[in-house]
């Protein structure tokens, strides 16, 4: 067994880190969608919304990147 290059580790804590901040992030998200309920349920339905687009447009941010730079 090769041990991992510096790309491959690189790239596996990237995707730890984000998806750990997301996931913290939708543990959140049922409370913070009711507190924005009370003022508008719009308001936590475009909250919700955008926190699940933001989820797939950071992956969408990153492999363009990399695309970019050629990894």
Sequence with gaps: MTAPDKKEKSAAVAAAVILLV??????????IMLVLGDISP???AGFGALFVLAFF???????RHQ?????
Excluded: D
């Design 22 to 31: 997301v996931g913290i992030g939708f543990f959140a998200l049922p409370s």
């Design 67 to 71: 695309r970019r730079k050629g990894l």
């Design 57 to 63: 447009l950071i992956f969408w941010l990153r492999a």
């Design 42 to 44: 719009w308001l936590a």
